[in-house]
Structure formats: structure tokens, C-alpha cells
């Protein structure tokens, strides 16, 4: 995403939901002048923050990083359309997320909130609502087989049958859910996307 945004020394940047600051450190090993917003901010340059309410002038930022962010809000509206006002003209936008095709798998509660799926869009949904915000959506990318990727790194590392197991009915409802949740990746009912987008004029 910072590549695509184009991100180098001297870019301005707010990250929202910046989180333990991963992404913050990246930025700031290319040189750039970053910003983190977080609920609980921790660490070096973060300042605490609602993403419907971004604690910055209009039009002060090149680019505004959120990394699996918009999923977490209900406003999701709100908080887009609070990017576009910090963001500065022809300014970038560098967004990642969870997309859901079709309906929602029924999965159980600790599940649903892991995955941020409480509050997901379709990838149409997705990029609708970021050019409703006042973006020309300019890149996309799918993102399934790095999440099926991980999901193999998971299970390598964790037995979490045996794990689930050992709790009884409970364990097995959750494990229906994680098979479930994994089918629906499988079969590209559940994905994970990047979009860049320029600010409107």
C-alpha cells in the first residue's frame, strides 16, 4: 500500500487505527512524516483519535493509511468522508479490508469479531462507498491467497481441534464456525482487499 500511494521521504501521512504501529515504523524507515491514530495510542508519534472524528486541519495530510480499519465502524460513511476532509487535493488514499460476497456465514460471536465481520461490505459495496466519500478509486487488489496463505501458516502451528476439544460442546460449536469460516474463504465468500484512491478536485 505505501509503494502504491507512493509514499517516500517527506510524505505526510496518517495512519488510521494505526494499532502497535507496524505500519507506522515502515513509513518512517522510507523517510516519511507519519502520524498514528489509535483509540489506545502506544509509542513514538501516535495520538489518540476516532476515525469519525481525525483529530487534524482540512486538506494537512498526502496520505491517509487505513489498514483494516473501516470494518470496525458502523460509520464507516462517516469515517471515509473524514479521510477526504484531511486529506489534501489529489491526495491519496491507501485503504485494506475484509470484503463479504453474498451472505454473512453464521458463525459464532468470538469468530465473527476476530474476523472483523461484524460491519463488512462487498468489494462493490467497498469501493462504492469510498468514491461516495469523494475518491477516484484507482487500484485494487485481491488479496484470498495471502489469507489462505496464512490460514495454512495457522494450522501448521496450532492444533486447534485438540485445542477446542478439551471445552466440550462449546469447543465444538467453535470449531463448526473456524471449518465454516474456512470454507467461505475457500470459496471467496469472505476476502481481503486493497484500494488506493486519489481525493477528487
Not at 491526495?91 to 485494506?96: C, D, M, R, V
Amino acid at each position: 500500500l505505501l509503494d502504491r500511494a507512493a509514499v517516500t521521504t517527506g510524505t505526510q501521512v496518517a495512519d488510521i487505527g494505526c494499532g502497535a504501529g507496524e505500519s507506522l515504523s515502515v513509513a518512517r524507515e522510507r523517510g516519511a512524516d507519519v502520524v498514528g491514530v489509535d483509540h489506545e495510542p502506544s509509542g513514538k508519534n501516535t495520538i489518540r483519535g476516532d476515525m469519525r472524528y481525525l483529530p487534524f486541519p482540512e486538506h494537512s495530510v498526502e496520505v491517509v493509511l487505513a489498514e483494516c480499519v473501516m470494518c470496525l465502524t458502523e460509520q464507516r460513511e462517516t469515517a471515509l468522508e473524514e479521510t477526504a476532509r484531511i486529506v489534501e487535493p489529489d491526495g491519496y488514499l491507501a485503504l485494506s479490508d475484509v470484503t463479504v460476497e453474498g451472505r454473512l456465514p453464521d458463525l459464532p460471536a468470538p469468530i465473527t469479531t476476530g474476523l472483523c465481520l461484524e460491519t463488512t461490505q462487498s468489494r462493490h459495496e467497498t469501493i462504492e462507498t469510498i468514491e461516495a466519500a469523494g475518491y477516484d478509486v484507482i487500484d485494487v487488489q485481491d488479496h484470498r491467497h495471502d489469507i489462505l496463505a496464512m490460514q495454512e501458516e495457522l494450522e501448521n502451528k496450532v492444533d486447534y481441534e485438540q485445542i477446542l476439544g478439551l471445552l466440550g460442546e462449546r469447543g465444538q460449536r467453535l470449531l463448526d464456525g473456524i471449518h465454516e469460516a474456512e470454507a467461505a474463504v475457500a470459496e471467496g465468500r469472505i476476502g481481503y482487499i486493497s484500494v488506493v484512491a486519489q481525493r477528487s478536485v
